[in-house]
């Protein structure tokens, strides 16, 4: 199993992102897809996440109207588009699974930095 996360950086406040995340080893379209991130001193915290079937979607108070999740099952990826970034947005970015169930998985996290 495996969640491999890309598209993080160092971005100037007011711009843009785009993360992705790769799933392999698992039956991506039967979990629950989320984007979770922590900053240094803090707990992790749910920024978006979007369900299996429905595709029902969820955000984050902090991120709202700025942060969309989208997922590709026939390519096993989920997005996060970030726009209009924060120095507050700065964080380490998890992609996480879970199928309803016991099962949870997590990737390794990729950097996002917004500074001028």
């Known amino acids: 199993v495996q969640l491999v996360e890309s598209g993080g950086g160092l971005v100037q406040p007011g711009g843009s992102l785009r993360l992705s995340c790769v799933a392999s080893?698992?039956?991506?379209?039967?979990?629950?897809m989320s984007w979770y991130r922590q900053a240094p001193g803090k707990s992790r915290e749910l920024v978006a996440g979007?369900?299996?079937?429905?595709?029902?979607?969820e955000y984050g108070d902090a991120v709202k109207g700025r942060f969309t999740i989208d997922r590709d099952n026939a390519q096993n990826t989920v997005y996060l588009e970030m726009n209009r970034l924060q120095p507050d947005d700065t964080a380490v970015y998890y992609c996480?699974?879970?199928?309803?169930?016991?099962?949870?998985?997590w990737g390794q996290g990729t950097q996002v930095t917004v500074s001028s």
């Open positions: 080893g698992f039956a991506f379209s039967g979990y629950a």
């Open positions: 996480h699974a879970w199928n309803y169930g016991q099962l949870i998985y």
């Open positions: 979007i369900r299996r079937a429905t595709g029902g979607i």
